[in-house]
């Protein structure tokens, strides 16, 4: 079992930035893939970023790239999601997740514990 805790989210200017953070319970972490989701109200779940157990391999959706990072530190048990230049269409509930698997994957069926979520939102 694992438990995933986000936080960092907030409310943030267009052009601004947030770090989250999702920490987890257990210590089984370093062997999950992590992913970072985010729905927007009316939208369904996508995928935002995603990295392997090691760190060695990550995943941006096309929207995202050059603007948010990935990363993770498995001696805290915890994954980051640094997203800078933050756009209003960013505005979403964030949510981390973990993959048994422990290998990049991008859709919500490949991840087996999700956090509840923190809300970001960006003002125009």
């Known amino acids: 079992q694992v438990q995933l805790v986000e936080s960092g989210g907030g409310l943030v200017q267009a052009g601004g930035s947030l770090r989250l953070s999702c920490a987890a319970s257990?210590?089984?972490?370093?062997?999950?893939?992590m992913g970072w989701f985010r729905q927007a109200p009316g939208k369904e779940r996508e995928i935002v970023a995603a990295?392997?157990?090691?760190?060695?391999?990550?995943y941006y959706a096309d929207s995202v790239k050059g603007r948010f990072t990935i990363s993770r530190d498995n001696a805290k048990n915890t994954v980051y999601l640094q997203m800078n230049s933050l756009k209003p269409e960013d505005t979403a509930v964030f949510s981390c997740?973990?993959?048994?698997?422990?290998?990049?994957?991008?859709?919500?069926?490949?991840?087996?514990?999700w956090g509840q979520g923190t809300q970001v939102t960006v003002s125009s």
């Open positions: 257990g210590r089984t972490f370093r062997r999950y893939a």
């Open positions: 990295i392997n157990w090691i760190g060695g391999s990550t």
């Open positions: 997740a973990a993959g048994r698997d422990g290998e990049v994957r991008i859709s919500t069926f490949d991840y087996d514990y």
